[in-house]
């Protein structure tokens, strides 16, 4: 089982930045992937970027250059640095997370979704 807690969220002006933040909290489970999708009204909900356990990253090409995904594996934390903020930004952002549970020498995945964020970018 996993519960995901997202901060973070808020008003902000165009060209301004915000971080938010997802605290994953497991039990019998490891954390494999983490990511940050985002839905806007109307829109179907899309991939804003994730990272691997090693670091690796994966960007939309809408928010590359603009967007760092990090994570902290001691403390199940996942940061999404949003600079540069535009008003197509507006959405509502969501955490999610891979895990991976180990039984009787079995490997099980799962997945959650945190409860939603909302970020609205206006001047």
């Known amino acids: 089982q996993v519960q995901l807690v997202e901060a973070g969220g808020g008003l902000v002006r165009p060209g301004g930045s915000l971080r938010l933040s997802c605290t994953a909290s497991v039990r019998d489970s490891s954390i494999d992937i983490m990511a940050w999708y985002r839905q806007a009204p109307g829109n179907q909900r899309e991939l804003v970027a994730n990272i691997a356990t090693d670091g690796t990253t994966n960007y939309a090409d809408s928010v590359k250059g603009r967007f760092t995904i990090a994570r902290d594996n001691a403390k199940d934390v996942v940061y999404l640095q949003m600079t540069d903020l535009e008003p197509g930004d507006t959405a509502v952002y969501y955490c999610?997370?891979?895990?991976?549970?180990?039984?009787?020498?079995?490997?099980?995945?799962?997945?959650?979704w945190g409860q939603g964020t909302q970020v609205t970018v206006s001047s």
């Open positions: 999610y997370v891979e895990t991976i549970t180990r039984v009787s020498g079995m490997r099980y995945r799962g997945d959650a």
